[in-house]
DNA sequence: TTAGTGATATCC
DNA sequence: GATATCACTAAA
C-alpha cells in the first residue's frame, strides 16, 4: 500500500519513527525497480531546531520545506553527495525528514547513490510519483532513538535531542 | 585523519 | 564577484 499525503501531513516527530521499516521504491530510468526498507530517519523541526537548514530563515533552498508534506527536498552535501528529505507537517511549517539509512546501505548519501536520486528529484512528490513512492508492507519496527549526527553547528539545546529514529531490529 | 567537491549564503 | 560553510565518503 503506497503512504498518501495523510501520512506525511503530520509532524515529522510522528512521520519519522513511521517511516521506519517502510519501504522505499525506486523505479529506474531502465524500468527496473530498487526497493529498500528504511532503518534510519532524522527529524528537522521549525526554524527554531537550530540543526533544521530553515534555521537561518527562508531561502530559495530551503523554500520548499515551507511547502506541501510528501515533496521530496534533495540538496547536495559537501560537493558530492546527494541527501534525501521528505517534507511533512503543515504548509509555512518547515519541517522535514531525512532519509539517512536503509537497509544494506549505510549512509544517507550511499542510499541515494544506489537509488539514482539527483537534484531532478527536487521539489518532486512521494505522492502519485511514478518514480518513486513509499510503501507500507504491513512490516512493524522496534523503533530506538538517538541524537541526530553531523549537526555540531547546532546549538547544544538541539544537538541533544533524540529526533533520530532506527530500526532496532537491525543493527 | 584528511582530501575531495560544488551549491548556497553571506560578505564585499 | 569572492569566500566560507557544509545533515559525507573513501582512502590511508
Not at 525506486?26 to 527496473?32: F, N, P
Not at 537561518?56 to 530551503?62: L, S
Not at 511547502?67 to 528529505?85: A, E, F, T
Not at 533520530?164 to 543493527?171: M, P, Q, S, T, V
Amino acid at each position: 500500500m503506497k503512504l498518501k499525503e495523510d501520512f506525511f501531513h503530520r509532524d515529522c516527530l510522528e512521520v519519522a519513527p513511521d517511516l521506519i521499516g517502510k519501504v522505499l521504491v525506486r523505479v529506474l530510468d531502465d524500468a527496473s525497480e530498487i526497493r529498500v526498507r528504511i532503518t534510519e530517519t532524522e527529524s528537522y523541526r521549525g526554524e527554531e531546531d537550530t540543526a533544521c537548514h530553515a534555521s537561518k530563515g527562508r531561502t530559495p533552498r530551503t523554500e520548499i520545506l515551507y511547502g506541501d508534506s510528501g515533496k521530496i527536498y534533495v540538496y547536495l552535501c559537501y560537493g558530492i553527495h546527494w541527501l534525501m528529505n521528505v517534507v511533512t507537517g503543515e504548509n509555512e511549517f518547515p519541517q522535514a525528514v531525512l532519509f539517512r539509512c536503509g537497509e544494506r546501505f549505510n549512509g544517507p548519501a550511499k542510499l541515494t547513490k544506489a537509488l539514482e536520486i539527483d537534484k531532478s528529484f527536487n521539489g518532486e512528490s512521494f505522492i502519485e510519483n511514478e518514480r518513486i513512492w513509499i510503501e507500507d508492507d504491513g512490516y512493524v519496527a522496534k523503533i530506538k532513538t538517538a541524537p541526530r549526527v553531523g549537526i555540531n553547528y547546532a546549538t547544544e539545546e538541539y544537538r541533544v535531542k533524540q529526533w533520530r529514529f532506527i530500526d532496532k531490529n537491525l543493527k
